[in-house]
Structure formats: C-alpha cells, structure tokens
C-alpha cells in the first residue's frame, strides 16, 4: 500500500482536484486496494467544506468527480499515515516541513511539479480561487500532467515492495 496525501491552502480547489484525479487514475490503473489517496490543507480555514463548486464543475467537465470529499487540515499524524505528502507549491512544502516531527517526516514531503512530465512545467500549482474559470483548467492541465507521473512513481514503489 502507498498513501499519498495531497495538500494546498484550503484544501478546498487544488488539492481536492489532485486527490480526484489521482483516485480516478489509480482506478483506471486497477491499483484500487494499493493505493490510499486523500487531501488536506495547511489552514483550517474551509474544515467540513466541500470542494469550491468551480472546481467540482471544472473537473467534472472531464469526467473526474470531487464528491464525497470535505477540507480538512494537515494532522501531525499524517506524517505517520502517508508515504508523501504532495504539496501544491512551494510554500506549502515549507509549512509542511516546519510541520513535521523528524528528518523523516520532512522527507516524505514533495512539490507536485516533482513528478511533472511537460517540459517548463511551472514549479507551483497556482492557487485558482481568486482568478477566473480559466484558472482552474490551468490547474487541471498541469495536475493532469503531474498525476501521470506520480502514478508512474507509486507504480514503481509497489513493484519494489512485491518484490
């Protein structure tokens, strides 16, 4: 099993983006069961809110659903539950790593764009919420993108547990 947890701000456009394509991609990949996928925020700012409603419909539009899912903040013990901890950009990969208990725990954390396969990709997802519509399919492409290439990488983490 691998646990991947995305985080940004709120918890309530990107990250929930990241954890809805990311889901609908492991499950076209048939690692339902091997990989458990959630989000969270650094701030509790949205806690129990669903997904911003552009972003639900901007993911829906190309057939990944945001149901079922509500912000929550970043726990201390998320640093034991997940394999990575997915930051947006590159502010939340400083909050998380003030965040976390140990050397261990920070290493766990990685900038989205890690796993980035289009050339040039911008180092930070930019937060979508105060922008336009557009925004927020910016933020899909790059997650689209981005997703491809973490799905290789836990692929490769579960081939190296098997064997």
């Given amino acids: 099993m691998v646990a991947v947890l995305f985080v940004c701000t709120g918890n ?13 991609k492991a499950r076209a990949a ?8 959630e989000s969270a925020g650094t701030t509790a700012y949205h ?4 997904p ?9 539009r190309r057939g990944y659903s945001l149901d079922g899912q509500t912000a929550r903040p970043v726990r201390r013990g ?28 920070r290493a766990r954390v990685v900038l ?7 050339p040039n990709t911008p180092r930070d997802v930019p937060d979508p919420y105060y922008g ?5 399919e910016q933020v899909l492409d790059m997650l689209e993108d981005a ?10 983490r579960l081939d190296a547990a098997s064997s």
């Fill in 30 to 37: 048939g690692l339902d069961g091997q990989v458990s996928i």
């Fill in 147 to 156: 997703t491809e290439g973490l799905l290789d990488h836990v692929r490769a």
């Fill in 78 to 105: 998320d640093f034991d539950r997940f394999d990575l901890l997915v930051a947006m950009d590159r502010g939340h990969v400083n909050r998380l790593r003030s965040l976390a208990p140990d050397d261990t725990a």
């Fill in 132 to 136: 336009g519509g557009d925004g927020f």
């Fill in 47 to 50: 806690e129990g809110e669903p």
């Fill in 112 to 118: 989205m764009s890690t796993f980035a396969r289009r």
């Fill in 52 to 60: 911003d409603p552009r972003a639900a419909e901007a993911a829906r």
């Fill in 12 to 24: 309530i456009c990107r990250s929930p983006t990241a954890e809805g394509l990311f889901r609908h």
